[in-house]
């Protein structure tokens, strides 16, 4: 099956910093990916989508200018959690579909878990 | 936004036992999906029913689908103790790149 992986897995960094996390797809092309916000045992909460070669869109009451989504490339988009604060610790999960298949299965990569101290 | 809810929001049961969870949505549907998460790790797909479709099998699981209510269930029979796991639904409510919407989920503690 199609698999997307996420890069850290998991990263500590201190109020203030920027971190940045990387969504690739590994097998297929994904013109779109999804990045996910998940706090302590509630649910994914869609941040923004992700469009290769333009602006992503974001969801209602996520800040844009904190959170920089860049998709360069069909295979890769980034997500960057500037000016970090501890409210940022959260669980991020980024998705993808294969561009060739349309509707259907949405893959996930594993999560990479953020604390910010 | 989500798109729902589940219930319920937490269930104990016993090995052996089948445990049933319910998912609601608000609007019309391409399909909906199910994941297993177990704590503090990603996402595991369990099944996809499309909205023409009103019943599907995979191994121990069995998932329905109303439209007429909005509304799909998660049947996991013979349940082990390694089914503990928060359970999702998720809808597609178009075909084509939109991301999926997640219900509140359920927590699944199967006790040994």
């Known amino acids: 099956g199609a698999v997307v992986s996420q890069h850290p897995s998991r990263v500590i960094c201190k109020s203030g910093t920027s971190v940045k996390i990387e969504c690739r797809s590994l097998d297929f092309q994904a013109t779109t990916m999804f990045w996910y916000r998940q706090f302590p045992k509630q649910s994914l909460m869609l941040m923004a989508t992700?469009?290769?070669?333009?602006?992503?869109?974001?969801e209602q009451g996520v800040e844009k200018d904190k959170f920089l989504i860049n998709h360069a490339s069909l295979t890769l988009s980034t997500l960057t959690v500037t000016s970090a604060h501890p409210e940022d610790s959260s669980f991020y999960i980024c998705?993808?579909?294969?561009?060739?298949?349309?509707?259907?299965?949405?893959?996930f990569g594993p999560g990479t878990r953020l604390t910010v101290t | 936004s989500q798109q729902g809810e589940e219930d319920p929001q937490a269930l104990s049961i016993q090995e052996g036992e089948n445990a049933t969870m319910n998912c609601s949505y608000k609007?019309?549907?391409?399909?909906l999906q199910w994941y297993r998460q177990n704590s503090g790790r990603g996402l595991v797909h369990l099944i996809l029913i499309r909205s023409n479709e009103r019943e599907k099998h995979s191994g121990r699981l069995r998932v329905t689908l109303d439209t007429s209510k909005k509304s799909s269930s998660l049947l996991i029979t013979a349940s082990r103790a390694a089914d503990t796991a928060s359970y999702f639904c998720?809808?597609?409510?178009?075909?084509?790149?939109?991301?999926?919407?997640f219900g509140k989920g359920t927590r699944l503690s199967v006790i040994a």
């Open positions: 609007t019309s549907i391409n399909n």
């Open positions: 998705s993808a579909r294969d561009r060739e298949q349309g509707a259907g299965e949405q893959y």
């Open positions: 998720a809808t597609d409510v178009h075909s084509g790149n939109t991301p999926l919407v």
């Open positions: 992700s469009n290769e070669g333009s602006k992503a869109t974001y």
